[in-house]
């Protein structure tokens, strides 16, 4: 297999344990440009807690994150924004209590020349951008708590690539969304795609993340099983990786593989 | 809750419980954004108000008491600006009233004992000095708070009830539990009263300039609607929002003019000046007491920061969603620490109004007043969960206690009982506002 460029992303080795339990062990994943790599693995199995090192939310013990092949020092989300990583969590991280643009801009705020909050700009950039992503958003005023599950999801998909991520990371990003919001959610990542953008998606559904990832990396208790294009495997190779660890021939075994004698 | 952050000129926070859409008086209400959550707290202001007046046969609605009145919230509405910002971030501060006293108490020996010795008596740098060391020392304490709860993770209710015993045991050892008077000349103004109040042409000013202002902020807010193609409100109700700004300002300044200095002091006054005393007396009006601009000042620039500048933002989003704020890459901790030394710096205020005002620095000043903050706060509309709060509110909330606390006293109601009172009002209304949120929703 030959490689078209540097890899956009590349962890490796990464370790990091929780009060002697090691959460993550050794676990290598690469991400390139205008991919679509889904992380599966069963709920514990490590692969939130590895993206969460790269988004800053946690520092790891041991191991190297690579950055179009530059080392990368990032010790907490601001950092991992610098490099262009923007992340949806699994938890929906939105403050309840703001509007839509507050959550948009949530610590990159645009100011006026005065220093003070440029809350009439911020409005209109998120009206563009929501209009783009959700035409159906109008709720621009009222907290975000008062929105559904799949409009508390567009706004924070819509705060990821406002800042032209380059690096976009989605923890679970349909597991709270009906069978039409998940669609939509499909159509933007291939648009991101096309973008350029590279994308880990994190899931224990496999059927969530099959159809629209290029590449899948299984993990199982804290190491990685192995990684596999996935027009190399089917849907049960891969259900076999996530619940055995069992490598099938289309995939590359990682250090969490199954010892077959 | 359309009133998660204030309803601010600017923002078009939908407001009204959803309810009755053909309604006028809802339509009113849409129109113009004034937040009914408000309109319900000066329209028990008003029970209050109208209540004591009939049962003290007509001894509250005075110019006069009215005016002490305003004086004597002014203390504790400064404070409570404070504790909504620490409130909002599920934060709480019990030191409030220890750090009035310490600071107080500073303030007091700096200007009673050790200036003067400096500089000479009442030199006119000597109240500048001292209100200047009392934030700094203010601020310091509620930075050291701060630290301790973000940076040590001690939890900010053990802290600041820490801070309560510390602060109060130090009040009484800078000068072994002794009162300190008189205070500084020029320092007085700032407790109100004759000398510091600023008569009836410097009323009408201000009063004219806060008329001036709300105009401009009116236009401003439709301005920028209109760049940006947002919805903007009827014009009538731009007007009707101008009339009702105007007239309560303008009303104000009207009430503190009415009340008038007392005749022995104008008396003195029209001696040392050689104006010939007139048949019917002389009538000075004592217009707005320095504490109460002072507290509105504070407000202001309370209300400010909270909505317009990005602190404001972050304490709001760390009160709604503290792990979001953290992972949106907002540096909780720092911000926790500012906002409670932004709490001491006001505790500082607070201090010297309450000294001036007493015209004296004592050991048990600012005793209990921690618990009236925070009952203003919450009154006000401050969510003790978080995330939400107001300065506006909280600065009525804190009229609310103190109308009730001079209404008692002006009954000749007994302070144990005027405390029962206040402590089932507080739980009434926190019962109320949870009522209203829950049909809000």
């Known amino acids: ?261 | 809750m359309a009133d998660t952050m204030q309803t601010t000129t600017k923002s078009t926070t939908s407001v009204g419980t959803g309810q009755a859409e053909g309604n006028l008086l809802s339509r009113f209400f849409r129109a113009t954004e004034i937040d009914t959550r408000m309109l319900g707290m000066i329209g028990a202001l008003l029970i209050i108000w109208i209540g004591f007046h009939i049962l003290t046969g007509g001894l509250f609605l005075t110019p006069r008491n009215l005016w002490n009145l305003s004086v004597q919230t002014a203390s504790v509405a400064v404070m409570a600006t404070g504790m909504v910002l620490v409130i909002v971030t599920r934060n709480i501060d019990l030191s409030v009233g220890s750090i009035l006293g310490f600071t107080g108490m500073i303030m007091g020996v700096l200007q009673a004992r050790l200036l003067p010795e400096m500089l000479g008596f009442n030199h006119p740098a000597i109240w500048l000095i001292t209100l200047c060391a009392g934030l700094v020392i203010g601020g310091l304490i509620g930075t050291l708070h701060g630290a301790i709860i973000a940076f040590l993770s001690v939890p900010s209710f053990i802290v600041t009830l820490g801070g309560l015993l510390v602060w109060r045991g130090a009040t009484w050892f800078v000068t072994s539990g002794q009162t300190v008077a008189p205070m500084d000349a020029n320092f007085r103004l700032m407790g109100g009263g004759t000398e510091g109040s600023i008569g009836a042409t410097w009323s009408w000013i201000v009063g004219i300039l806060a008329c001036l202002a709300i105009v401009a902020a009116i236009i401003n807010a439709r301005h920028q609607r209109k760049r940006f193609h947002f919805p903007r409100r009827p014009v009538w109700a731009e007007y009707v929002l101008v009339a009702l700004g105007c007239a309560i300002v303008l009303g104000a300044v009207w009430i503190a003019n009415q009340y008038y200095w007392p005749i022995n002091i104008a008396r003195r006054y029209a001696e040392a000046n050689n104006i010939a005393w007139p048949e019917g007396g002389l009538f000075i009006s004592q217009g707005i007491a320095v504490p109460v601009l002072m507290a509105i000042a504070v407000g202001i620039v309370m209300t400010f920061i909270a909505t317009r500048l990005r602190f404001g933002r972050y304490v709001f989003a760390i009160g709604g969603n503290p792990e979001a704020a953290e992972l949106a890459g907002i540096k909780t901790r720092w911000v926790t620490v500012k906002i409670f030394a932004l709490m001491g710096v006001l505790c500082a205020i607070a201090a010297a109004i309450s000294t001036a005002r007493l015209n004296a620095a004592t050991n048990a000043q600012g005793e209990l007043d921690e618990l009236y903050t925070i009952a203003a706060a919450v009154i006000g509309g401050t969510s003790l969960a978080g995330g939400m709060g107001s300065i506006a509110g909280a600065m009525l909330g804190a009229l609310v206690m103190q109308s009730l606390q001079s209404g008692m006293v002006l009954l000749g109601i007994d302070t144990p009982f005027q405390r029962i009172v206040v402590g089932m009002v507080l739980v009434v209304a926190v019962w109320l506002d949870t009522v209203y949120r829950a049909r809000a929703k």
Request: hydrophobic share 45%; charged share 25%; no cysteine.
């Open chain 1, 1 to 261: 297999m030959t490689e078209p460029t540097n890899p956009l992303v590349e962890m490796k080795n990464i370790s990091i344990s929780f009060g002697g339990i090691h959460a993550v062990e050794n676990a290598s994943v690469d991400l390139f440009p205008g991919e679509v790599v889904a992380l599966l693995g069963h709920n514990g199995a490590g692969k939130s807690t590895l993206i969460k090192i790269l988004s800053g939310a946690y520092k790891r013990d041991a191991g190297d994150i690579l950055i179009n092949g530059e080392q990368a020092d990032i010790r907490n989300p601001r950092d991992a924004k610098k490099f262009g990583i923007e992340t949806i969590y699994q938890t929906l991280a939105v403050a309840d209590n703001v509007d839509a643009a507050a959550n948009l801009y949530l610590g990159r705020e645009l100011q006026t020349k005065w220093g003070t909050l440029d809350d009439v700009a911020m409005e209109a950039n998120t009206r563009e951008v929501m209009g783009r992503l959700n035409p159906n958003f109008k709720r621009f005023k009222e907290p975000v708590k008062a929105l559904s599950g799949g409009q508390r999801q567009s706004v924070a998909i819509a705060r990821a690539i406002l800042f032209d991520a380059r690096i976009l990371i989605m923890d679970e990003p349909t597991a709270a969304l009906g069978p039409q919001e998940t669609a939509q959610v499909g159509d933007l990542i291939k648009q991101l795609k096309r973008e350029g953008i590279g994308i880990f998606l994190i899931s224990h559904d496999i059927h969530d993340v099959f159809d629209l990832a290029d590449r899948v990396f299984v993990m199982k208790n804290g190491k990685v099983v192995g990684h596999a294009r996935t027009e190399d495997v089917t849907k049960d190779e891969v259900l076999g990786m996530i619940i055995l660890g069992k490598v099938p021939p289309g995939a590359t075994p990682g250090p969490g593989a199954m010892k077959v004698a």
